[in-house]
């Protein structure tokens, strides 16, 4: 995992912003680009940057509440308002689901037999089929936060909520609800993600088996990290057994 220093800053104006120094690695590749195409509209406001340093000044959320911290029901209905918003049309020079899901393909049964294969093998399956099978056959491309989950919204002013740290892609919308679904801070049951995964299927009217099998390629693709595993590999499982 790349380090990463956020910090309170002041401007010379007296503003409250936020300085975020990071070190560059993929998953964060083009997030001024993306906060620029948002333009504030449901996110963070980028307020300028830094290349060279890898470093941005960002609009600071007063009083920063976490969204997982409002429950779950509220949470949902946040996501299900901000979701459409977000996904803006996209293309360059945002990096592509498509390639993305044939690196994650190409590096998963390695890196599953290198953790010692930590889940069931019809799971690692699951998520190949689903990221060799959805990317040639993708609808309109839009803008996807890879990373939206109840703690990368917070309560701010000039909206009641507002999204950070973008992790960005080009891809369609069912790819978007997979990082919710999954979000622990709003609950970790089968009940309680089967019940999250229906929801936002049914009211940004996606297609069921695509967003399911976007869920659950990402979901695994992300599961290696040695914290995550167990309630990633949960996650997959719930959603494969509910196909």
Request: aromatic share 6%; glycine share 6%.
């Amino acid at each position: 995992m790349a380090s990463v220093l956020v910090a309170p800053a002041r401007t010379r104006d007296g503003e409250d912003v936020v300085l975020k120094v990071q070190e560059p690695h993929r998953e964060s590749e083009h997030e001024a680009e993306a906060l620029r195409l948002w333009d504030g509209d449901g996110a963070i406001r980028l307020l300028d940057e830094e290349p060279e340093e890898h470093a941005l000044l960002l609009e600071r959320c007063v009083p920063g509440t976490p969204l997982s911290t409002a429950g779950a029901e509220t949470a949902l209905e946040v996501f299900v308002e901000l979701l459409p918003r977000l996904w803006k049309p996209a293309g360059s020079p945002f990096r592509l689901l498509t390639a993305e899901a044939a690196w994650w393909a190409d590096s998963l049964e390695p890196t599953w037999e290198r953790f010692g294969r930590p889940f069931e093998r019809k799971l690692l399956d699951a998520a190949l089929e689903a990221l060799r099978e959805l990317p040639p056959t993708q609808g309109p491309q839009v803008l996807l936060h890879q990373d939206l989950h109840g703690d990368n919204v917070l309560a701010a002013q000039r909206e009641p909520w507002l999204a950070i740290d973008p992790k960005p892609l080009a891809g369609e919308r069912e790819f978007g609800i997979a990082p919710i679904v999954r979000s622990r801070e709003l609950g970790h049951s089968r009940t309680e993600v089967l019940g999250r995964f229906d929801r936002l299927v049914s009211d940004l009217s996606l297609d069921r088996e695509r967003a399911r099998g976007w869920t659950i390629g990402q979901t695994i693709a992300w599961a290696f990290d040695g914290e995550h595993v167990a309630m990633h590999a949960d996650v997959a499982r719930w959603l494969v057994e509910a196909s």
